[in-house]
């Protein structure tokens, strides 16, 4: 294929391989022609590299396995459903390597019913949990999940819940409401019963949150408020010594998920002594505020790491001016240079209508969308963000320090496990940008189009 962007030679031979993606989707992924690397000469837009300044190790990048996702990929023929998952979570061929998720405990908006694994008759007390079952989870969740970990064992699998039982709520609903302090103890041994239950089906439960939101009562789906005192008080007292009675094979514990606008949330938390020494991460959401909220508290609390978890793809402002680029500079380049050592977009998988769902979100998008009519399958602009960096970064890599954005031209790097860099940059400008980049003794110089984004690795030099 012939590059449409400019690549100089500055008097060596080697050569680092471009993939290209445009907002206009001229170029999705495409491989380009390669960047020639030679001697280091710094434009006005200068990419500069500090593989010697490691910073976080990477766990990588993914989505949630919805109620909604599972039900769609469970539709498909048994060719096209394996098909599917092995470019997801595969690294082979196409594969784009997928190796973080998350899944809902109990129904979110995008399951087709409301439940938890706990309703009980008239919302009669179970305190001993007699009716806990992930049956509601079994059909689909289960075996989907089951695939991608079967195609890479390296995937971390992370759960929320989005209401606790209506038995255990202020209300006695799983809309709105808050948790009956006299049902912490109970909601502790639920959440943990959800660790066991999905053990015993071979899925790893590698971290919790305690609520999906905590700061949103949602009006047509489960949800439920847990403010930070709240909070503090359940992991302090409750969850985290159970946690750490389970020694070195319990889950970690992630506070918040929740939007980039509060910070002083996680921070009420982490401020309770008690609670934060339960406290693994701080879960951030992309929905109001910006990445730039997550390294205050990292700072804070640097023993306590930073995980994208939620940031939905959809038809509203500013992704539909913003388009990929601005999905992938939030996301994928600044979440991570502000600390993220994972960053999960929301569904996997959504119908063309933006569902299945009841209640909530009515203009999401998934990474995929699903035709459970014809079983056609489309990538999403979110599958590309998601793919420049989860086909190249594996887990372990590490984010190295590089220079801040300029011009319009962001940039995120990496090195990776077997000492290969990865660059991600993202030109926001509607003109071409032309920029160098220096990673030690050598360098090169590329022209990226307006509104597009690329991928460099390459091999440093002995």
Known sequence: MTSLVSASALGASRQARVWLSTNSHQYTLAPMAPATLGEPRALPIAVEIDAGSP?????????????????????????????????????????????????????????????????????APDPTLAHFSIAPNLADVVPVTRAALAINPQLKVMASPWSAPAWMKSNRSLIQGTLDPAAYDAFARYLLRYVDAMAGQGIPIWALTVQNEPDFEPSSYPGMRLNAPARARFIGQHLGPLLAARGDGAPMLLDWDHNWSKPEEPLAVLADPDARRYVDAVAWHCYEGSPDA??????????????????????????????????????????????????????????????????????????????????????????????????????????????????????????????????????????????????????FRYTLPGRSLATFTWTPSP
Request: hydrophobic residues 40%; charged residues 20%; proline residues 6%.
């Open 294 to 443: 997550q390294s205050p508290v990292h700072a804070a609390y640097p023993d306590k790491d930073v995980y994208m978890t939620e940031c939905s793809g959809g038809d509203w402002e500013p992704l539909r001016s913003g388009g990929l680029v601005l999905q992938a500079r939030r996301l994928i380049i600044d979440s991570v240079r502000h600390d993220a050592r994972g960053v999960l977009f929301w569904n996997l998988a959504l119908d063309p209508q933006g569902g299945p769902h009841a209640g909530g979100c009515g203009t999401c998008r998934g990474v995929v969308t699903i035709d459970p009519a014809s079983g056609q399958v489309t990538r999403t602009d979110d599958y590309t963000a998601l793919a420049h960096a989860s086909r190249f970064v594996p887990p372990g890599a590490h984010r190295v320090a590089s220079s801040a954005a300029m011009d319009g031209v962001d940039n995120v790097a990496f090195v990776n496990p077997d000492g290969g860099r990865v660059l991600v940059v993202a030109n926001s400008a509607p003109v071409p940008r032309t920029f160098s980049v220096r990673d030690g003794n050598q360098g």
């Open 55 to 123: 910073q976080q190790a990477m766990v990588g990048f993914g989505a949630s396995i919805t109620d909604a996702s599972a039900d769609l990929i469970q539709q498909l023929p048994a060719h096209a459903r394996a098909a599917l998952l092995d470019e997801l979570f595969g690294r082979d061929g196409d594969g784009i390597g997928l190796s973080f998720a998350r899944l809902t405990i109990g129904a979110s908006d995008f399951s087709r019913r409301h439940y938890t694994f706990d309703d009980t008759p008239d919302n």
